[in-house]
């Protein structure tokens, strides 16, 4: 069954440190997210992506946080520096299309921040 | 603005019972989306249901059931004769127009005890 692929499962760093994850979206879906859930919470949309171009990046701390797909399939995103408040898990998420259809998780990278 | 309230934090059933999570969201688009997932302690967010804003029709999938009133902005997800496995939390999400975004609500945790 395909699945949206990240690495790492899990990452601890220290602060002021850079980090970056990968993400692979399910094969031939276009559209592509980042969310962060910081525990206890709900997830929230970082950035999206439709191929290769970036569709919303309202949420994303753009002084710290950039993300790119550069071929329009896989994706990372990378956080310089880190800081405290940065832990959270990052998921990444896929869909065919962004027009009224259900996105696919992939398992998300926990990161600690120390 | 969007926003989903699941205003159970927790809950705690034992196996057998029937439980209902709530779900409550506001929007203004006449056009949208809503969505339940389940996270169980792997991670990743597993797609459970996607109802649009035209189609009120309750759905019942298995030992799953979802009721979509608009007129209380609701959409509650029922678990009949709940299993263990169902043990996992459960987000409430909306996505409006042709955005794809998923904006969750704080997720409710549901514990079935046996």
């Known amino acids: 069954e395909a699945e949206v692929a990240q690495s790492p499962r899990y990452k601890i760093t220290e602060k002021s440190q850079a980090v970056a994850f990968w993400c692979d979206p399910i094969?031939?879906?276009?559209?592509l997210y980042w969310y962060r859930q910081i525990l206890g919470q709900g997830p929230e949309l970082l950035v999206q992506?439709?191929?290769?171009?970036?569709?919303?990046d309202s949420q994303l701390p753009k002084d710290r946080f950039s993300a790119e797909r550069l071929k329009g399939v896989d994706s990372t995103l990378k956080i310089q520096p880190a800081e405290l408040g940065d832990s959270a898990m990052y998921l990444c998420?896929?869909?065919?299309?962004?027009?009224?259809?259900?996105?696919?998780f992939g398992q998300g990278t926990r990161l600690t921040v120390v | 603005a969007q926003k989903v309230t699941q205003a159970q934090t927790e809950i705690s059933v034992v196996e057998k019972e029937d439980v209902t999570l709530d779900c409550v969201y506001e929007?203004?688009?006449?056009?949208?989306?809503l969505f339940w997932y389940k996270q169980p302690p792997s991670g990743e967010l597993v797609f459970l249901i996607r109802?649009?804003?035209?189609?009120?029709q309750n759905e019942i999938s298995g030992r799953y059931s979802w009721n979509f009133q608009k007129s209380t902005s609701s959409f509650n997800f029922t678990i009949t004769a709940s299993q263990v496995v169902d043990s996992a939390v459960y987000f409430c999400?909306?996505?409006?127009?042709?955005?794809?975004?998923?904006?969750f609500g704080q997720g409710t945790t549901l514990q079935v005890k046996p």
């Open positions: 999400a909306l996505s409006v127009g042709n955005t794809g975004k998923l904006i």
């Open positions: 929007t203004r688009d006449t056009t949208y989306y």
């Open positions: 094969s031939g879906h276009a559209t």
């Open positions: 992506f439709q191929d290769e171009s970036v569709v919303d």
């Open positions: 998420a896929s869909s065919p299309d962004r027009v009224n259809t259900e996105a696919f």
């Open positions: 109802r649009n804003s035209f189609d009120e």
